[in-house]
């Protein structure tokens, strides 16, 4: 069974930075797609950023230059560094892992808070 663990969300001031983290247990982590998926209320989950087995990202228009996604297999661990934050960023954050056979597993969330 796979379980995704995050940290790192918080209230932060408008300009400012912070990582969040996620680590797996139960899967043949470096095998498998990682991504950080943002909800607010009454909106549906959107994507924020990916990054495959190979390494190879992909990131929302509204986050590109500002978010980077990164991953460390030895820990079993994906990372979202997030820059440059807006009020508009806030959201109740959540890691997602895509195995090769097509099965998504998400974390429980966490929040981030940006005030102006």
């Known amino acids: 069974q796979v379980q995704l663990m995050e940290s790192g969300g918080g209230l932060v001031q408008a300009g400012g930075s912070l990582r969040l983290s996620c680590v797996a247990s139960?899967?043949?982590?470096?095998?498998?797609?990682l991504g950080w998926y943002r909800q607010t209320p009454g909106n549906q989950r959107e994507l924020v950023a990916v990054?495959?087995?190979?390494?190879?990202?992909n990131y929302a228009g509204s986050v590109k230059g500002r978010f980077a996604i990164s991953r460390d297999n030895a820990e079993n661990t994906v990372y979202l560094q997030m820059n440059s934050l807006k009020p508009e960023d806030t959201a109740v954050y959540y890691c997602?892992?895509?195995?090769?056979?097509?099965?998504?597993?998400w974390g429980k969330g966490t929040l981030v808070t940006v005030s102006s």
């Open positions: 997602n892992l895509s195995t090769i056979w097509g099965t998504d597993y």
């Open positions: 139960g899967s043949a982590f470096s095998r498998n797609g």
């Open positions: 990054i495959g087995s190979g390494g190879s990202t």
